[in-house]
Nanobody, 127 residues
């Protein structure tokens, strides 16, 4: 069992930065692949970024590539999403997700691939 708790969301002006954190409980964090997804009002949940087991590989949605950075700290059982140059289109609830028993260093992009989800944290970017 893994429990995920996100934090770090808030209101920021366009061009600003935020860092989201996702703290995982349970012994499986160190052997899990992790991902960040987001869901805007009236929109479907979409992939934002992911990091492989061990942190060797990362990947991003085209819309955030070059602006967002995903990282993890196994000593703290935490995955981060550093978001820079934020735009109003980035406004959404951001969710952290965990994929247990991943295959090697595979990156997972699909919602259905993940086993556990956090409750989400709201990010609002004003123009």
């Amino acid at each position: 069992q893994v429990q995920l708790v996100e934090s770090g969301g808030g209101l920021v002006q366009a061009g600003g930065s935020l860092r989201l954190s996702c703290v995982a409980s349970g012994r499986t964090f160190g052997s899990s692949a992790m991902g960040w997804f987001r869901q805007g009002s009236g929109k479907e949940r979409e992939f934002v970024a992911a990091i492989s087991w061990g942190g060797r590989r990362t990947d991003y949605a085209d819309s955030v590539n070059g602006r967002f950075t995903i990282s993890s700290d196994n000593t703290k059982s935490t995955v981060y999403l550093q978001m820079n140059s934020l735009k109003p289109d980035d406004t959404a609830v951001y969710y952290c997700a965990a994929k247990t028993n991943p295959i090697n260093t595979r990156i997972y992009y699909q919602i259905a691939s993940y086993d556990y989800w956090g409750q989400g944290t709201q990010v609002t970017v004003s123009s």
